[in-house]
């Protein structure tokens, strides 16, 4: 395949083009630039304009803090909330553009329990491992417009495949959760969990008991809404 019509070379060139042409994000990312700051889009909205999918959400990862963040945002936002700092999240508000923006993460989970030990990284590609999988661990450096997608996430949406960044096996035990997520993202959009990630998610099935009965409800009504929920329900199954 001639390297212009790669899935990453297409990928990058729609990904790039989408948000270098958004105002309030390219505002954003000027803002963190001008401060020294990395910043990028990352994640679902990546995915999203990719595959043509209607965006819901715009989330950000700089290497500032969470206090950084706040302290760049504030004079430009119309409103600035810690939504979550103890995480490194911070919501701002513009006008009509509401985005979250979250600290380079490097994330210590414990056997017990799903909820990390929250650890600030500076490192683009440390944060983008620690996703749940490949076709969001994909992000767009701003402003410059420079695609980053270490894990071939661009070839897995082609390929419409669900696939960990690392092995499944410690991305499920890092968070169970991320075992019905694979089935909501087939449920969604109709992609199939490479067989790595099965047969995790079959060998590690009872760790989902440490997760929340309010987010597994909200994971399984998530896939009966999708598009595809008997793809789902048999990944389930």
Same mark, same amino acid.
């Given at each position: 395949?001639?390297?212009?019509?790669?899935?990453?070379?297409?990928?990058?060139?729609?990904?790039?083009?989408?948000?270098?042409?958004?105002?309030?994000?390219?505002?954003?990312?000027?803002?963190?630039?001008?401060?020294?700051?990395?910043?990028?889009?990352?994640?679902?909205?990546?995915?999203?304009?990719?595959?043509?999918?209607?965006?819901?959400?715009?989330?950000?990862?700089?290497?500032?803090?969470?206090?950084?963040?706040?302290?760049?945002?504030?004079?430009?936002?119309?409103? $600035?909330? =810690? +939504?979550? /700092?103890?995480?490194?999240?911070?919501?701002? *508000?513009?006008?009509?553009?509401? %985005? #979250?923006?979250?600290?380079?993460?490097?994330?210590?989970?414990?056997?017990?329990?799903?909820?990390?030990?929250?650890?600030?990284?500076?490192?683009?590609?440390?944060?983008?491992?620690?996703?749940?999988?490949?076709?969001?661990?994909?992000?767009?450096?701003?402003?410059?417009?420079?695609?980053?997608?270490?894990?071939?996430?661009?070839?897995?949406?082609?390929?419409?495949?669900?696939?960990?960044?690392?092995?499944?096996?410690?991305?499920?035990?890092?968070?169970?959760?991320?075992?019905?997520?694979?089935?909501?993202?087939?449920?969604?959009?109709?992609?199939?969990? $490479?067989? =790595? +990630?099965? /047969?995790?998610?079959?060998?590690?099935?009872? *760790?989902?008991?440490?997760?929340? %009965? #309010?987010?597994?409800?909200?994971?399984?009504?998530?896939?009966?809404?999708?598009?595809?929920?008997?793809?789902?329900?048999?990944?389930?199954?």
């Amino acid at each position: 395949m001639n390297s212009q019509n790669s899935p990453q070379h297409i990928a990058a060139d729609i990904a790039s083009a989408a948000f270098v042409g958004m105002p309030r994000v390219m505002e954003l990312a000027e803002l963190f630039h001008a401060r020294g700051f990395e910043f990028a889009i990352v994640g679902g909205p990546v995915r999203d304009v990719i595959i043509n999918r209607e965006l819901h959400d715009f989330d950000f990862t700089t290497s500032a803090s969470p206090q950084e963040i706040i302290a760049v945002t504030k004079p430009w936002a119309d409103t $600035v909330w =810690d +939504v979550g /700092i103890e995480f490194g999240t911070v919501g701002v *508000r513009k006008g009509n553009f509401e %985005a #979250e923006i979250t600290t380079y993460r490097a994330d210590v989970y414990s056997g017990e329990s799903r909820k990390p030990q929250v650890e600030f990284g500076q490192d683009l590609h440390e944060d983008l491992i620690r996703r749940d999988f490949t076709i969001n661990a994909m992000a767009v450096r701003l402003p410059q417009g420079e695609f980053v997608d270490p894990f071939n996430g661009a070839e897995d949406l082609v390929r419409k495949l669900i696939r960990t960044p690392r092995e499944a096996e410690l991305s499920f035990s890092d968070d169970p959760l991320r075992m019905m997520r694979a089935a909501r993202f087939a449920s969604q959009l109709g992609f199939t969990p $490479v067989a =790595d +990630v099965i /047969i995790a998610a079959t060998d590690m099935a009872s *760790r989902i008991e440490i997760v929340s %009965a #309010e987010r597994v409800r909200d994971e399984l009504s998530k896939l009966l809404l999708g598009k595809f929920p008997r793809l789902g329900l048999d990944i389930l199954e």
